[in-house]
């Protein structure tokens, strides 16, 4: 059996946080808790190197304890091409890849993931990639291709992923950042903001194979609405995001970054 520890949506640098501090922190709490493996489903920071270098990090600490990682929407901000996301870039970092569980028939797969539109299909002829381009986040994240395209690219990949699973008759924990099933969406009746922005949240194409395959757990962020765990057919989702806490915003139940941290993981025993 390996303990496996769940968290997303870290957001240091919004939460204006030290890592230096935080580091040591957290490693001891996760080693006390005797967990084996600490899955992180994207957005670290808003720097790609710096959320490598505290995975990195975070990795010497636990060690002999694994630690993966996959890239959230804020992490892919800066620092960062579209070609380097879509390699193996460090041990750690499991985008399109796979980790399986010693001791165990369980197989880790991880993919960030991304978006096509298909989650704001309640509005009829609207220009999603140009109101992205003036409001959202990611216009500045540079990608060779289309939203929809790159998530054509997600789906035959983790398609590969999923098939291979099967075949060898492992049970599956798959990894992304970004929303993969509509009931994690919130709609309106009106022209709201968040209307549009369900454009860049996800792919309900993405749960639609998931089930198809019939995956055990899935573990996702992006969403900060402290979702309770959910069961959509054989599947049970998670959504264990640490979320905002600044001047404008707080999503917190706590009042200190290391108790929030704490009360959003979530423990799974993988036998």
Known sequence: MVKVALISDLHFDVNRQSVDALLPQQAGYLMQQGVGLYLIAGDITNHFAQSLDYVTRLQRLIA???VRFIAGNHDMLHDVTYAALESPLAPTYLHQGQLDVSGTN?????NNGWYDYQFADNLVDRNFL???RAFWVDSTIEQPQSDPERMD???ETVTGQLEQAQTEHKRVLFMTHFVPHREYIKYTDDDRFWNMANAMLGSPRLGDLLDQYQVDVVHF???HRHFAPRQFKQ????????GYHNKRVNEWSQTDYFTEWRDRLRFLKLK
């Open 153 to 155: 690219h997600v789906l």
């Open 235 to 242: 599947t049970t989702y998670y959504d264990q995001a640490v």
């Open 106 to 110: 369980w197989r880790i797969i991880g």
């Open 64 to 66: 002999p304890a694994k």
């Open 221 to 223: 962020g992006h969403v």
């Open 130 to 132: 140009t109101w992205k």
